[in-house]
């Protein structure tokens, strides 16, 4: 049977919903015979059966089933009804790593100790064939001891799911952490891309913000491509060495996970010295064995209330949807009422979202040019405040029943770029849109932006 009056198949109690998605939610719940807490997703079948996506739900089960780590979010068992999923997993009382990121950056000792963590749940997952492909701050929660728990392994790949080439061939992960070989999309090593993932996490733990940030995706594709960044100036040296091995945009030179480990940073011993006390034989260190003063200062940090309603994008493989919300950069950078792009979903077939495109251009009285892989050039005939406006339109494709297109100003005035979409462009396509980005979070609008995003509401107590 299914949850009624709180309860879930006569085991569980369910209590206050911690996150939703499109294809999913995830509520906070207490084993009625244990008194364990947990977490439980609830993903509807249809909807993730209508877009093609239960084979991602089935790997997940695999995956977590196969990884069995301290640094890795346990999933206790799965249940199932006719019209919904439950994953039964490892309650992180701490959150999302990500909240303590949007406070600033992190004390060096602090960011190496989630670093090692990170890279030891990482080797792990890598010994047993899995490659993650999404690791990002939001999928890297903290239990209740402060120790780091990875999650969400949707868009995992099995290696038995590489080509003959020996290589994956699936674009996927968040645009500011994914490797410049996925972006290329001729292949790439599940691994590697995972390495330099972990990259960038270990700057923004150091530095409090990306390393690749642009409005524009294209521009910080190009970034990326090249690893065209800069660090800051209270970067130790040895953590600049590091950065610089694994953000190496070419994937057959990059480091290691062994040469990670053998790093002087990351060897380097961080943590606060002992100092012996004349009249007590504990020392500081015998302190924090049982509760590190900064970690606590830290979990309290946590705990602060968050503004209701506040539920900003997430790419996961249950809400593949918000594809589009994690593409959207623009607001960890500028005022969103200034955005430069739009992006919506659609279930139609990629000639058909073609089809529509260009006689919505062609009734607007904009000239079309058709480029490779999808991308369309929207132009003008009259000079406007800023010249001739042009618009580019980019189709992603998410699985074979579900497109992402991006349509992003490439020349002219922002407002009026703005004003056309809304008033013309939006209505004309109504018949192919699924789902435009930003429907589903008004409330981030009026949000004042921060280095990097608002906290989700995600891992919060019942």
Known sequence: MEHKSGVLMEKYELGRLLGQGTFAKVYYGRGIHTGQSVAIKMIDKDKVLRVGLMDQIKREISVMGMVRHPNVVHLFEVMATKSKIYFVMEYAKGGELFDKLTKGRLKEDIAQKYFRQLISAVDFCHSRGVYHRDLKPENLLLDENEDLKVSDFGLSALAETKRQDGLLHTTCGTPAYVAPEIISRKGYDGAKADIWSCGVILFVLLAGFLPFHDSNLMEMYRKIGKAEYKCPSWFPKDARRLLGKILDPNPDTRVTIAK???????????????????????????????????????????EETRPDGIKPAELNAFDIISLSCGFDLSGLFEDCSHKKEARFTSRESASTIISKLMETAKSLKLKVRRMDKGLLK????????????????????????????????????????QKVVKEDIRPSLKDIVWAWQGEQHQQLQNQKPLQLQQPRQNQEQL
């Open 260 to 302: 990670i480990r053998e790093s002087s940073w990351f060897k380097k011993d961080l943590s606060p010295k002992p100092i012996q006390s004349e009249s007590d034989s504990r020392t500081v260190s015998d302190v924090h064995s049982n509760g590190d003063p900064g970690t606590s200062r830290s979990r309290t940090g946590n």
């Open 378 to 417: 929207f132009e003008g005939t009259s000079e406007g405040r800023k010249g001739v406006l042009s618009i580019d339109a980019e189709i992603f494709e998410v699985s074979s029943t579900l497109y992402l297109i991006e349509m992003r100003k490439a020349n002219g005035d922002t407002l009026e770029y």
